[in-house]
């Protein structure tokens, strides 16, 4: 699992600046959760200086996909996202550090539901994101 640090193997990732830092599983339950880091640069950015709300979402995205996957085992891996939401509550500018969050919330056979945060150096909620994820077992 350890191919999952840094950028996952999603290039985009690290173009964009994110880089996974840790990933487990709560307990007895295997929910499965990853961490990152992310510093904006200004690729990501609109004309006005601000982090696009479709970056976070290939950031949240990524996170759920990657906490989805320390929760399962064998040959089993995360397939797509059926279904993704995201909300954008706070502005964000190239080189701020951010923290980032996914964790399964819920998983049975064939579908997991997860959930990402995004949160600044204060601990302010920058972005967040729900997905249900199609589970491809091995």
């Known amino acids: 699992m350890s191919r999952w640090l840094g950028d996952g193997g999603i290039a985009i990732l690290a173009t964009i600046g994110v880089s996974f830092d840790d990933y487990g599983t709560e307990d007895d339950d295997r929910a499965g959760w990853a961490t990152a880091v992310w ?3 200004p690729l990501t950015c609109d004309r006005n200086g601000l982090v696009q709300a479709g970056v976070h979402a290939v950031v949240l995205d990524a996170a759920m996909t990657f906490a989805v996957n320390a929760g399962l085992s064998g040959k089993d ?19 701020e550090r951010l923290a980032v969050r996914g964790a399964v ?11 990402a945060r995004i949160e600044d150096a204060k601990g302010r909620l920058v972005s967040r994101s729900t ?6 077992r091995g």
Do not use: C, D, H, Y
């Open 131 to 136: 997905g249900t994820f199609l589970v491809q």
């Open 39 to 41: 510093e904006p640069n």
């Open 77 to 95: 891996r995360t397939g797509t996202a059926l279904e993704l939401k995201t909300e954008t509550m706070r502005p964000v500018v190239a080189g």
């Open 105 to 115: 919330m819920r998983q049975v056979k064939q579908v997991a539901f997860a959930e």
